[in-house]
């Protein structure tokens, strides 16, 4: 049974329904004798006959009747199969699994989810947050949000949006120390360390000019969470480094304020990454994911 080739399933199920060789044959675009070479290559990979036939008439035998009534199943659930995998990869729906950092996840992803979800009511989700690089493979997710420097790997990978890094601190903070005008003034302020980063104390300032300034901040604290680092910073613990879409309403209500703002830090970038060919559910939350980034941005600017 290890030697039965399935494709002579649809030509035995095609013979019967047909009635004869020659009308098989027309339906398939096959010659008769390839319909009867692929019968009887069937029968010999079976090892029993399907079916008896003479110059005018042919008919199933026992082990054929029941042999095709399996065969007509086995067809019918194979097409509904093929269906339901060309309805996923056409349409959106099913479990959308999904994971991204915390912050940049609740701030940005979990709200353009719930519109995603409005609008593509055959999808469910499940976020996963996580400042963690995720195993997106062995999560079995359909889709990782992920900032910074990409690893080199297999997956795909579509840049959503920058994002700016803002020096700040509170009010409370500078009023008991001070305001620093240029990188150099940071060594005498206490800053807090977003451990996840890479080097969270060591800092490149580029000025108006071009010219580049680096400084090394003085750790009073540090947290492996930006939402630990932010909560420190609005109790006026120290400086941070955080990203522009957490502060934004801090800085416009006063509860931060942006440090040396003739200079900038490094941009950063999000992207989604997928495995393999995504289905339309993945497809389509990521232009809707990058349509609500874009739609947000551009309330800022207005």
């Not at 029941?66 to 959106?92: K, N, S, W």
């Not at 150099?184 to 000025?207: E, I, N, V």
């Not at 309403?249 to 989604?272: C, I, K, V, W």
Request: glycine share 8%.
């Amino acid at each position: 049974m290890d030697g039965v080739n399935l494709n002579r399933l649809a030509v035995f199920v095609a013979l019967v329904r047909a009635g004869s060789f020659t009308a098989a044959a027309e339906q398939l675009s096959l010659t008769k004798a390839m319909v009867s070479q692929h019968l009887a290559q069937l029968e010999r990979e079976l090892g029993v006959t399907l079916l008896v036939r003479s110059t005018r008439r042919m008919a199933l035998t026992e082990a054929g009747a029941a042999f095709h009534e399996d065969c007509v199943r086995i067809l019918a659930e194979t097409e509904a199969a093929i269906e339901r995998v060309g309805v996923t990869r056409d349409e959106p729906r099913g479990t959308l699994r999904l994971t991204a950092p915390v912050n940049y996840g609740t701030t940005v992803v979990a709200p353009a989810l719930a519109g995603f979800l409005r609008r593509y009511p055959q999808v469910r989700a499940d976020l996963v947050l996580d400042d963690h690089t995720s195993d997106l493979i062995g999560g079995r997710f359909d889709l990782a949000i992920r900032g910074g420097p990409l690893r080199d790997s297999g997956l795909h990978a579509v840049r959503l949006a920058a994002f700016r890094q803002v020096l700040v601190a509170a009010p409370c903070h500078l009023a008991a120390h001070g305001t620093p005008r240029r990188p150099q003034d940071l060594s005498g302020h206490d800053a807090l360390a977003l451990t996840a980063l890479r080097s969270p104390l060591r800092w490149t300032f580029t000025a108006r000019n071009g010219t580049r300034h680096r400084a090394e901040l003085r750790p009073v604290a540090q947290a492996n969470g930006a939402a630990a680092v932010h909560a420190m910073a609005l109790a006026g613990a120290g400086l941070a480094v955080l990203p522009d879409f957490m502060v934004e309403a801090d800085l416009r209500e006063g509860r931060l304020q942006q440090l040396l703002t003739g200079y900038r830090l490094p941009e950063g970038h999000f992207h989604a990454v997928y495995a393999g060919s995504p289905p339309a559910k993945v497809r389509a939350f990521i232009e809707h994911l990058r349509a609500s980034i874009a739609g947000a941005s551009a309330k800022r600017v207005g």
